[in-house]
């Protein structure tokens, strides 16, 4: 069974990067049918998606954060990370990192839905 | 970018209860449009794709429905386990966008 895994600091300083890295077990992150993506919550509030990317590297962006956010793929550890510079406090959110699909993958264009999920990580932008 | 509205934001409703919550896009989205449940301190679950489509492992008393603009989630029996708020999400254009939530309370 498929499961993610988020991981990093869970306080950040203003104005500093944000960096987090999901762990993918019980199937390849390198698999062709699959993209990986960022989801991010703040509290009591509802969802947004950040971003995806394939094991290939190629990667899609909010336009809202595009210039802030910077999503990788490690495949030899079968991780993908997520960067977010320049946090503020708005940016305090629970972090979710999800598999990416849909029955057909359309060329230039992310998948479709978030299936299945980790079970997120709070970061506080604080000082 | 797609606003995704829900309603109603809040219900209050029982055990046994048919419930139907709603979706609204702001701009035809074809049948793009995914449903998750997501309950307190866990993250979002997977309910339904493309509108209608149930995943596997969901209970059957989840049906969605719908095209272009408008869709419903219906739950068609509420049970205890269903308390919780759920979400729409649009996949049509980037970026991906989600409704503001409905959250399913115990009357």
């Not at chain 1, 993209?35 to 909010?62: A, D, F, V």
């Not at chain 2, 809040?10 to 793009?32: E, F, K, N």
């Amino acid at each position: 069974q498929l499961q993610l895994q988020e991981s990093g600091p869970g306080l950040v300083k203003p104005s500093e990067t944000l960096s987090l890295i999901c762990t993918v077990s019980g199937g390849s992150i390198s698999s062709s049918r699959y993209y990986w993506g960022w989801i991010r919550q703040p509290p009591g509030k509802g969802l947004e998606w950040i971003g995806t990317i394939y094991y290939s590297g190629s990667t899609y962006y909010n336009p809202s954060l595009k210039s802030r956010v910077t999503i990788s793929v490690d495949t030899s550890k079968n991780q993908f990370s997520l960067k977010l510079s320049s946090v503020t406090a708005a940016d305090t959110a629970v972090y979710y990192c999800a598999r990416h699909r849909s029955i057909v993958v359309v060329p230039a264009a992310p998948p479709d839905w978030f299936d299945p999920w980790g079970q997120g990580t709070l970061v506080t932008v604080s000082s | 970018d797609i606003q995704m509205t829900q309603s109603p934001s809040s219900l209050s409703t029982s055990i046994g209860d048919r419930v139907t919550i709603t979706c609204r896009a702001s701009q035809t989205i074809s049948s793009y449009l995914n449903w998750y449940q997501q309950k307190p301190g866990k993250a979002p679950k997977l309910l339904i794709y493309a509108a209608s489509s149930l995943q596997s492992g969901v209970p059957s008393r989840f049906s969605g429905s719908g095209s272009g603009t408008d869709f419903t989630l219906t739950i068609s029996s509420l049970q205890p386990e269903d308390f919780a708020t759920y979400y729409c999400q649009q996949s049509y254009i980037t970026p991906r966008t989600f409704g503001q939530g409905t959250k399913l309370e115990i009357k």
